[in-house]
């Protein structure tokens, strides 16, 4: 890619980047902290970084692997509506776009949402379970499928102390398949690794949570007996901080089809179906655990403007 390309591409993530960190709620602050530690940090717009490093490193006919995995019962019975929306975009992204094998992996009760909203979204990949408490799969799986990328979307994962926790503070462990020996062992062979996250108890929120940053940063307390925080402690090469995770994959997306020259992104029409199809496979919203068409507590409509915006820009 050219220098002026990629210096264009860099201006579209500029943009998608203020787009996707939209406040979403009355505690916007925290997103737009943790944004600025990581941009401070990655010294580049976050949705252009993650867009140039996954179309260096993916060739046509290379396997990539996705993930996601938020939620879980009673609350959550098949997870929640962020998270599989973003990874059926991208994924549909990264092999129409640079011509990759996407495979997508989740906790086996949030596969039912996303083989729905793969689906609608015309994206044509492999979707596999993921186990809980089976460290040794995640290093099968980079074994047998040698991705080009490691990719994740609002996938939880451990603290320092390996406890899990959502964003109320709450130990999670048992319910949600832990990463930590998958991305251990992507780092290991050098491939690259990117994630998506909102809160900060997402993979990937590793970058920011290392000794050097993590006295500023102050992810929020959790309420278990372990006495940590809720900051994940997973590391991704690339993490992009989104006000909602969707958008995140989506602002990546946006860059993704100015590198390409293609176009890549959904309507607000699309948006719609999607998060309709979700919703009738049983996703609910992660925050008011609602069976709505909502994301994390936004409107429809919302996530329609997000597109709307992100469509607009050039
Ligand atoms: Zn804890």
């Known amino acids: 890619m050219t220098g002026r390309s990629s210096a264009r591409t860099r201006k579209v993530g500029e943009e998608a980047d203020r787009i996707c ?9 925290d997103v737009q902290r943790l944004y600025r530690a990581a941009r401070r940090l990655q010294k580049a717009p976050l949705t252009s970084l993650a867009a140039l490093r996954l179309s260096e490193a993916v060739r046509s006919g290379d396997a990539v692997l996705l993930m996601t995995g938020a939620g879980a019962p009673p609350e959550l019975p098949a997870g929640e509506t962020d998270g599989p929306l973003g990874v059926a975009v991208l994924a549909r992204a990264l092999h129409l776009g640079l011509g990759a094998r996407p495979f997508v992996i989740s906790e086996e009760r949030s596969l039912g949402p996303l083989r729905a909203v793969l689906q609608v979204r015309g994206a044509t990949c492999t979707l596999l379970p993921f186990p809980c408490g089976r460290e040794e799969a995640g290093y099968r799986l980079v074994e047998e499928l040698r991705p080009a990328a490691v ?7 451990p603290n320092p102390k ?8 709450r130990n999670v462990s048992a319910s949600h398949a832990s990463v930590r ?3 251990d062992s992507a780092r290991e062979r050098g491939i690259l690794t990117a994630a998506v996250g909102d809160r900060g108890n997402e993979v990937g929120f590793g970058l920011l949570t290392g000794p050097e940053v993590r006295p500023r940063l102050r992810t929020a307390r959790c309420r278990c007996p372990c006495r940590g925080t809720i900051g994940c402690d997973i590391r991704a090469d690339v993490l992009v901080v989104s006000a909602i995770s969707n958008w995140g994959a989506y602002g990546v997306v946006a860059c993704l089809q100015s590198i390409v020259g293609r176009r890549l992104l ?9 998060l309709d199809a979700a919703v009738r496979a049983g996703a609910r919203d992660g925050v008011t655990h609602a ?5 994390d507590g936004a409107d429809l409509a919302v996530q329609q403007a997000v597109m709307t915006l992100l469509g607009a820009v050039k």
């Open 151 to 157: 990719i994740s979307v609002e996938k939880l994962g």
């Open 21 to 29: 960190l939209f406040p979403r709620d009355a505690r916007g602050g």
């Open 181 to 183: 020996g998958l991305f």
């Open 291 to 295: 069976s709505t068409l909502t994301v």
């Open 162 to 169: 390996g406890v899990i926790h959502d964003m109320r503070g």
């Open 266 to 274: 959904h309507t607000p029409q699309e948006e719609a179906a999607m």
